[in-house]
């Protein structure tokens, strides 16, 4: 059995030798044509990698024949295929600004947008690539409204924009998990929120983040200095307001109830403090008039 096995593993590094050792005889060849045909061959057969290195010594020699159009797209295919997504991106576009009346042309247009769309990094790095392939298909639908990609693309872009909304609501967790006792957190985490809103108003993650809103808001209020927490208080307020009218059955109105009624007694604590303030101040500044008129 043993031996069986090594045989096997001889046989497969003599075949892979044998087929290393011509690929690098078709490189050497000086023929085109047959060069040209064997790197399509590769390339019907799977084998990108070895059809992209062909395409690549072929297309300085096949400038301006009739085999360049298809090598070009060939090329970026296999670029595609081998997820080199930025250069197929380039070969694509490369391709469309130069054989602008071929019949693939549509397509290397939309294969330019889609090898962005598939270059789009991770939810948690770096969007300014998936923000470009969003305007790159977007212009695509905008220029070619009948193409056969148009549905797909749609669906892409929203895929794609799905992808910049859980960004956008991480980075408002983010804030929110480090705001404890950090008012220029809390502060952000508001207004993050709130251009959340604003950017994704359809979201599934509004809900969570209105209730975040409002308790963000309230602590922005527990940890402020006195002079403005009245204010801050009325804000949490409001905000659990907008909670209740447009999540009137939501998960999360008890917990956001109890910080309302807090904020609603602490407001309505300092408006009275802030009222006899007033008054004292008012009764002081009458005695001192009084007393004066008494002197003169």
Same mark, same amino acid.
């Given at each position: 059995?043993?031996?069986?096995? !090594? ?38 057969? =799977?084998? +990108? ?113 799905? !992808?910049?909304?859980? !960004?956008? +609501?991480?980075?408002?967790?983010? +804030? ?10 809390? !502060? ?51 905000? +659990? ?48 008039? =009084?007393? =004066?008129?008494?002197?003169?």
């Amino acid at each position: 059995m043993q031996r069986t096995h !090594k045989f096997l593993l001889f046989i497969l590094f003599a075949l892979t030798l044998s087929a290393c050792s011509n690929f690098e005889k078709i490189r050497k060849m000086t023929d085109e044509k047959k060069k040209y045909d064997a790197a399509i061959r590769f390339f019907k057969k =799977g084998h +990108y990698d070895k059809a992209s290195i062909l395409f690549e010594e072929l297309l300085p020699i096949l400038t301006g024949t009739d085999q360049q159009e298809i090598a070009t797209f060939y090329q970026a295919y296999c670029d595609y295929h081998t997820g080199n997504y930025e250069m197929a991106n380039f070969h694509f576009k490369r391709f469309a600004e130069t054989f602008a009346r071929s019949e693939h042309y549509e397509e290397a247009v939309y294969m330019s947008a889609y090898a962005l769309y598939k270059n789009s990094p991770q939810f948690n790095l770096d969007q300014s690539g998936t923000i470009t392939a969003i305007n790159e298909l977007q212009n695509f639908i905008n220029n070619y409204p009948d193409s056969k990609f148009r549905d797909e693309t749609s669906d892409l872009i929203k895929e794609l924009r799905k !992808k910049l909304e859980q !960004k956008a +609501y991480e980075k408002v967790k983010l +804030y929110y998990k480090t705001s404890e006792f950090n008012i220029a957190s809390l !502060k952000s985490a508001v207004i993050e929120i709130n251009n959340f809103q604003k950017d994704y108003p359809d979201s599934d993650y509004n809900e969570e983040l209105a209730f975040l809103k409002v308790q963000s808001q309230y602590d922005l209020a527990q940890s402020t200095i006195e002079s403005k927490q009245k204010e801050r208080f009325d804000d949490a307020i409001k905000f +659990y307001q907008d909670l209740v009218d447009k999540y009137p059955k939501s998960d999360f109105l008890e917990k956001a109830e109890k910080l309302y009624d807090i904020s609603f007694k602490e407001s309505d604590r300092i408006a009275k403090l802030e009222a006899e303030y007033k008054a004292a101040k008012e009764k002081s500044n009458t005695s001192k008039v =009084g007393a =004066g008129d008494k002197q003169k």
